[in-house]
């Protein structure tokens, strides 16, 4: 098309220099880093932008562009490319509309109503994320299955930064650290986790019966033997606390109670360190946690 018209144009104006041909298809732009090709284009500063009798504002921080063709569909490609490029440049969206619209494109055109859409919401203040994919218990289930126990982890974390509710907050928790407690074998961290699970969910017995756990599998690393008992008579108290907040418990802690009972303090040593049933002592192995003594 443009060939043809420079062709026809020495004949309808056989004054018109060879070197105004060009001027038809003149592109002008100050150029943003995402320019238009090179041949489409010739810089030009559009030094018309501010309003007359007014300082000059600020170099502008976009490209303008004009092209001067008619055809809407011509260029209407090439605009919708740099609208993909500068989506979040309000000024430049400003510009993209007002040549679509000034050089023969229907307001109805879809590329128009999108481009309008973005710099109505640009304009507004309003611009969102796209919506968060909403959890998945069954995908954290699938991870941790596969042996992906991490992922699962990363899954559960971003779960509890969009959630607002503290219960299912403090579900969230308890399920990682189950992970951490059956899968990585991690009981510092599986502790710590299962603590803020009871602080947002302080009426769910799980949490308490998972703490209890944590604390057992603890008291194999501590090395000595008063303190595992002791480690025993912290579990002891998680599952007590547990069967006294939930009823649908009862039956999971007071199995977990029996089996310790062997495990329990000797009245003997106690004896030789002078600690009588009923003092308070903190149990160490990383328990950290104060428990009133009680003996076999």
């Not at 030789?272 to 160490?284: A, H, I, M, S, T």
Request: charged share 25%; proline share 5%; hydrophobic share 40%.
């Amino acid at each position: 098309m443009k060939y043809a018209v420079m062709f026809l144009l020495p004949l309808l104006f056989p004054g018109l220099k060879p070197a105004s041909f060009h001027q038809v298809f003149r592109i002008s732009t100050v150029l943003s880093p995402t320019a238009l090709p090179s041949n489409q284009i010739v810089k030009d500063l559009d030094s018309q932008r501010d309003d007359p009798g007014q300082n000059p504002s600020p170099e502008p921080k976009a490209a303008f562009y004009k092209i001067a063709c008619s055809d809407c569909e011509y260029f209407t490609q090439e605009l919708e490319e740099m609208y993909h490029t500068n989506i979040d440049d309000i000024e430049i969206l400003g510009y993209i509309l007002e040549q679509l619209k000034t050089k023969g494109c229907l307001e109805n055109d879809p590329t128009i109503k999108m481009i309008q859409a973005r710099f109505d919401a640009l304009k507004a203040g309003i611009v969102q994320e796209d919506d968060p994919e909403p959890f998945s218990a069954d995908e954290v289930d699938r991870l941790v299955k596969e042996g992906n126990a991490h992922e699962a982890i990363r899954l559960l974390e971003v779960a509890i930064e969009r959630e607002t509710d503290s219960l299912r907050k403090g579900m969230h928790f308890l399920q990682i650290a189950n992970i951490q407690y059956k899968e990585l074998k991690d009981f510092p961290e599986a502790r710590k986790n299962a603590y803020r699970a009871t602080e947002l969910a302080s009426r769910e017995g799980k949490t308490y019966l998972l703490l209890g756990d944590i604390y057992l599998s603890m008291s194999r690393n501590c090395g000595e033997s008063w303190q595992e008992r002791l480690a025993a008579v912290a579990a002891i108290e998680k599952y007590e606390h547990a069967r006294n907040i939930d009823s649908t418990v009862v039956i999971e802690a007071n199995r977990r109670i029996l089996n310790l009972g062997g495990s329990l303090p000797l009245r003997e040593d106690g004896f030789l360190r002078q600690v009588n049933p009923g003092d308070k002592v903190l149990v160490g192995c990383g328990i950290n946690e104060t428990i009133t003594v009680r003996f076999q």
